[in-house]
């Protein structure tokens, strides 16, 4: 049987379209699961006081948790189908990083969080970075 | 306490964290790049993928990245956690380089170097925004 790799490398808007995906699917699902996790607490504190045991249960009996994770395990998928397209070293630090940015987005607004001057200067850097590397 | 500083045991599982994602990662590529090409009309073969042993490995690998991922968003925010981790970039580039024998262009060394700056940059904040006492009751920490 022989092994039929990628015929030929995808064109530049299917490439965008297909770390886009990825991208967008991750954000949504971090922002729920992180969400998730600041409502039930720190696990640490869970663990040391109930066992492993009660920060599983902590965890799994949070709704907004199975709403990020069905949105992590899309972007999993996205991320399969990316591979099979695409270098790794293209799709991995493009759509980690600007995942980065759209979470500074979202976290600020959604999550309430403190997007302060060196986490916006992080994200100008990243973009140029992200840039730099799809070039 | 106004900033908020990590313990030992708060480092490891964020190295955990940057550590576990790009090995999965890479396993995962291996796994993919081995397979005929997936298109749209035959999603299925995506399901296939998953139990073959390139694509288990890293699938065990991302939820040891995923368990010590929820354990840091338990106490430090999100946008902290994600470019504090995002160091995971430059293994990526190193094992794609080295294991998978992909060519890096010395832009996307750059754009790598540039990720990690950023990284550093934000790594040096606190790790959880401050809220009003009356925003983090006793029931949110969970105690009862």
């Known amino acids: 049987m022989t092994v039929q790799l990628s015929d030929s490398p995808p064109g530049f808007w299917f490439a965008s379209a297909m770390i886009a995906a990825v991208v967008l699917t991750s954000t949504t699902g971090e922002v729920l699961t992180a969400a998730a996790m600041k409502s039930i607490g720190d696990l640490d504190e869970i663990r040391a006081r109930s066992g492993m045991k009660g920060a599983i249960r902590a965890v799994v009996t949070c709704p907004l948790f199975f709403a990020g994770v069905g949105f992590l395990a899309l972007a999993f998928f996205a991320l399969l189908f990316a591979l099979n397209h695409l270098n790794l070293s293209l799709v991995a630090p493009a759509s980690a990083s600007l995942t980065l940015v759209t979470n500074a987005i979202a976290g600020k607004i959604f999550l309430k969080e403190n997007v302060d001057r060196r986490r916006w200067a992080a994200a100008l850097l990243v973009c140029v970075g992200v840039y730099l590397l799809a070039h | ?144």
């Open chain 2, 1 to 144: 306490m106004s900033r908020h500083s990590l313990s030992p045991h708060q480092y490891l599982i964020l190295g955990l964290v940057a550590l576990c994602a790009p090995l999965g990662d890479t396993c995962l590529s291996r796994g993919m790049t081995e397979m005929r090409a997936i298109t749209l009309a035959h999603p299925g073969s995506l399901i296939a993928a998953v139990f073959t042993p390139w694509i288990a490995a890293g699938i065990v690998l991302l939820i040891g990245f995923f368990a010590s991922y929820l354990t840091a968003l338990s106490w430090a925010d999100l946008t902290f956690v994600l470019p504090a981790t995002a160091f995971g970039n430059v293994i990526v580039a190193l094992l794609a380089r080295f294991w998978l024998y992909e060519p890096i262009s010395l832009e996307r060394w750059a754009g790598i170097a540039l990720i990690t700056l950023g990284v550093s940059f934000v790594a040096q904040g606190p790790s959880l925004t401050e809220r009003p006492a009356a925003e983090t009751t006793p029931e949110k920490v969970g105690t009862r």
